[in-house]
């Protein structure tokens, strides 16, 4: 494929003649919350207390944005990347553990096209970090924020979201498979 061809991957007609291959996946993250703990999402820390329970530093919103990038790329989910069992992994910087998600992705020719996620969590409202949280996801994924859809809701005090016991956070992704490497 031409370098002129390879430039306009966002024709649909490519896309649909097979010339083009777009992976889709998805993501799920659901962590217990804790007093001890600060709140670390998208690699900004919201809160010092309320945060996850973790081995790593309990980032949800970045587990579940690597799940979605690694299953899309069909491999296995992160917890198999970076287990818990590993004593390297304690207290780890989940953002450091997208870049080498997305260094993955890279070897396999993937890219990212955009994500779009939803962070349920009953307390702290998050409208005042979500600018913050889009452009730390779009400079590890390298990407422009547009690419970054982040999304706060509660549970509306129901459940175990509701109550502030946990939270939960959901995302999808979509990929591009660069045109060279697109062997169907
Ligand atoms: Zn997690």
Do not use: W, Y
């Amino acid at each position: 494929m031409s370098r002129l061809r390879l430039k306009s991957t966002g024709n649909l007609g490519a896309v649909l003649m097979g010339e083009i291959s777009l992976r889709v996946g998805i993501g799920r993250d659901f962590h217990r919350l804790s007093d001890g703990r600060a709140l670390v999402l998208c690699g900004v820390t919201v809160a010092e207390s309320g945060g996850c329970v973790a081995h790593s530093d309990g980032d949800c919103a970045v587990h579940a944005l690597a799940d979605a990038l690694l299953g899309a790329a069909a491999l296995p989910a992160i917890g198999r990347m970076f287990p818990d069992t590993d004593e390297t992994n304690r207290g780890r910087n989940s953002i450091g553990m997208l870049g080498e998600v997305i260094e993955l992705l890279a070897q396999n020719h993937l890219s990212v096209i955009n994500v779009d996620m939803v962070i349920q969590i009953e307390r702290p409202r998050l409208d005042a970090f979500l600018g913050k949280m889009q452009n730390n996801l779009a400079k590890a994924l390298g990407t422009k924020a547009g690419n970054i859809g982040i999304k706060a809701t509660s549970a509306e005090n129901t459940g175990p979201i509701g109550r502030g016991e946990a939270m939960e956070v959901l995302c999808v992704c979509l990929l591009r498979l660069l045109p060279e490497e697109n062997n169907g």
